[in-house]
């Protein structure tokens, strides 16, 4: 009786820390199909659709600007997002994107609250300082972060084709 309770309590931890963003350091792949898949410690927590700006979790459901927050139950709107705001909840925050440093974010009510993420290969860290952040800004963070990158890694693309074509000359 002892080792099926330590199995069961063992198995809903190992889904608890599954389902839930208690970090703040993500990695991704992209798909051959250019979805992008997110990890947590290995863990797959979503999937993204950098194209359609649409995000998929067990939890959460991004998409032509609305988010949805899912349970088997029901399905509810919880919030709106475009290019650089996102609303959760009726409290509003907005991503700045500095050329040359991290993106941050600051909610509208709160000005000390700020969020720094950095993007760097594949990895999206979102330094949260004192404040904790909700699960559901974390994916919105996620996704802006991997579209930081990927735009970078298109421009120096495009960059170093212009240099090689114009040597050619």
């Known amino acids: 009786m002892k080792q099926l309770l330590i199995l069961a309590f063992l198995f809903i931890i ?4 599954a389902q839930y963003l208690n970090g703040s350091v993500f990695e991704y792949d992209i798909a051959s199909d250019n979805i992008l898949e997110v990890y947590y410690k290995d863990l797959s927590i979503c999937e993204i659709d950098l194209e359609k700006q649409k995000i998929v979790n067990d939890f959460y459901w991004f998409e ?16 709106k997002y475009n ?12 991503l700045s994107k500095p ?3 991290k993106m941050k974010l600051a909610k509208t009510t709160d000005a000390k609250f700020e969020l720094k993420i950095a993007c760097n290969g594949n990895k999206i860290t979102i ?3 004192n404040a904790q952040i909700q699960d559901i800004l974390k994916l919105w963070l996620i996704m802006k972060g991997a579209e930081r990158v990927i735009q970078r890694n298109k ?3 495009n960059f170093f084709e ?5 040597s050619s000359f």
């Open 155 to 157: 421009n120096a693309d």
């Open 127 to 129: 330094e949260e300082g």
């Open 83 to 94: 290019k650089n705001e996102i609303t959760i909840y009726d409290e509003t925050y907005i």
């Open 64 to 79: 032509d600007g609305i988010i949805y927050e899912i349970d088997t139950d029901y399905e509810q709107i919880i919030g």
């Open 162 to 166: 212009v240099i090689q074509t114009g």
């Open 99 to 101: 050329v040359f440093s």
């Open 14 to 17: 190992q889904n608890m820390s």
